[in-house]
T-cell receptor, first 114, second 113 residues
Framework: AQSVTQLDSQVPVFEEAPVELRCNYS??????LFWYVQYPNQGLQLLLK??????LVKGINGFEAEFNKSQTSFHLRKPSVHISDTAEYFC????????????FGKGTRLHILP | DGGITQSPKYLFRKEGQNVTLSCEQN?????MYWYRQDPGQGLRLIYY???????QKGDIAEGYSVSREKKESFPLTVTSAQKNPTAFYLC????????????FGSGTRLTVV
């Protein structure tokens, strides 16, 4: 079975500073990887996804993530955060070519400090 | 525009009452899902359906029921057997190809009063 670990439950960062949200996964087979964002009292919105090809994936709102197969990681980064990035971020994984469900991490709450 | 509509956005329930949360999608997705979200616990899967007239229990199905009579609709009933129903409920849908991920509705916040 696959699993997803988000290493930080909360990350405080000053506005305009860079941020990295960490995600590690475990799976015995190849997977697709996702990052979702959830603003307060809203549903989840897809930020970016890794299917294949280039290991650096760019998403919406200036976010990017890097797939590292050897370290089984898919960390999310942004070079300069804005107050509007305040949200909860979920890493997720699903096995390729399987009739399966997405497994979500427990989320990382990003706090932007003025 | 295509998407998922959840209604109502806020719902209040008296103890002992059943309530039904609506989820409708016009994305022509085959699969639909219900999640429960509590602070600090991430998303927990309640039920999912991959085809009309068929559905499976997720990790926390006790006290909940669903139906899938139409491809577009997947209502969730929170029964009186659910001991702690106050939570944020999210509906999602997906295509057959797993690499597309899920599309989520905007959620329903249920409060027991």
């Amino acid at each position: 079975a696959q699993s997803v670990t988000q290493l930080d439950s909360q990350v405080p960062v000053f506005e305009e500073a860079p941020v990295e949200l960490r995600c590690n996964y475990s799976s015995s087979v190849s997977v697709y990887l996702f990052w979702y964002v959830q603003y307060p009292n809203q549903g989840l919105q897809l930020l970016l996804k890794y299917l294949s090809g280039s290991t650096l994936v760019k998403g919406i709102n200036g976010f990017e993530a890097e797939f590292n197969k050897s370290q089984t990681s898919f960390h999310l980064r942004k070079p300069s955060v804005h107050i509007s990035d305040t949200a909860e971020y979920f890493c997720a994984v699903i096995r390729m070519n399987r009739d399966d469900k997405i497994i979500f991490g427990k989320g990382t709450r990003l706090h932007i400090l003025p | 525009d295509g998407g998922i509509t959840q209604s109502p956005k806020y719902l209040f329930r008296k103890e002992g009452q059943n309530v039904t949360l609506s989820c409708e999608q016009n994305l022509n997705h085959d699969a639909m899902y219900w999640y429960r979200q509590d602070p600090g616990q991430g998303l927990r899967l309640i039920y999912y359906s991959q085809i009309v007239n068929d559905f499976q229990k997720g990790d926390i199905a006790e006290g909940y029921s669903v139906s899938r009579e139409k491809k577009e609709s997947f209502p969730l009933t929170v029964t009186s057997a659910q001991k702690n129903p106050t939570a944020f409920y999210l509906c999602a849908s997906s295509q057959q190809f797993p690499g597309e991920g899920y599309t989520f509705g905007s959620g329903t916040r249920l409060t027991v009063v």
